[in-house]
């Protein structure tokens, strides 16, 4: 059975920083890109940050480029967000994703999803 399991979230107060990582196990099939999401009350999951597992390489949504970093460990099928610089429209709750489809900027390509973990950045 495919887990995504995050941890990290909190509360911190703008200008801070926070680091949320995601444990992946039981794959059956070859994910290619794993990512981020966020969620707030009354509005659509919105896409974050991308990763290609193979190549390494990054995407980020306008909103927290040059902010946040997305990072994997292989060794230890982990996946990481740096988030600095946090700004109160950054709470949400971030979800980590993982897809075998090339497919990590939207919901609809993403098959396996962690249980989400919460971010509250204060002014």
């Known amino acids: 059975q495919v887990q995504l399991v995050e941890s990290g979230g909190g509360s911190v107060q703008a200008g801070g920083s926070l680091r949320l990582s995601c444990t992946g196990s039981g794959f059956t099939s070859s994910i290619t890109c794993m990512g981020w999401f966020r969620q707030t009350p009354g509005k659509e999951r919105e896409w974050v940050t991308t990763?290609?597992?193979?190549?390494?390489?990054?995407r980020y949504a306008d909103s927290v480029k040059g902010r946040f970093t997305i990072s994997q460990d292989n060794a230890k099928n982990t996946l990481y967000l740096q988030m600095n610089s946090l700004k109160p429209e950054d709470t949400a709750a971030y979800y980590c994703?993982?897809?075998?489809?090339?497919?990590?900027?939207?919901?609809?390509?993403?098959?396996?999803w962690g249980q989400g973990t919460q971010v509250t950045v204060s002014s």
């Open positions: 994703a993982a897809s075998s489809r090339w497919s990590c900027w939207i919901e609809a390509g993403i098959d396996y």
């Open positions: 990763i290609y597992t193979g190549s390494g390489s990054t």
